[in-house]
């Protein structure tokens, strides 16, 4: 082996955008929000470098009856993020101890990506973080 390759989101963060509505709105409609196409279309989109304020515009365009959910989600992103995966940062550490190179790749929005270093130190300890910079049409 001669190097290792970590994804952040559901690797070293554990992440889960399900996360952010409950208590903030009634169940029927956290429901709805997530099985919505729209939601996981302009989610992806943020990924991959759609500025925020953007994603809220098309989804205001696309779906208006969301919009004020997805302001919600973003406002509370960070209640997507609980910590580290049990046992990454231990495995990291480990490899990086017998001189196996450790690198991050993530497509996580780099908006909020500030959210996932605080919650998992280790990204810091990575040779390299980098993001997805597709252009979303």
């Known amino acids: 082996m001669t190097s290792v390759v970590f994804d952040i989101a559901n690797v070293i963060v554990d992440w889960d955008p399900r996360r952010t509505l409950p208590g903030a709105l009634p169940q029927p409609e956290v429901d709805a929000f997530f099985a919505s196409t729209e939601f996981w279309e302009l989610n992806e989109a943020w990924d991959h470098g759609l500025p925020v304020a953007e994603a809220i515009a098309e989804m205001d365009r696309r779906a208006p009856h969301l919009g004020g959910a997805f302001r919600l989600y973003v406002d509370r992103y960070a209640h ?33 990506f500030d959210i996932a270093q605080a919650a998992s130190p280790i990204i810091d300890e990575l040779g390299t973080t980098s993001w ?6």
Do not use: H, Y
């Open 80 to 112: 997507s993020v609980t910590g580290l995966v049990p046992g990454t940062t231990e495995v990291i550490r480990e490899l990086k101890a017998v001189g196996v190179p450790c690198f991050g790749l993530s497509n996580w929005p780099k908006e909020t």
């Open 132 to 137: 997805c910079r597709a252009r979303w049409a």
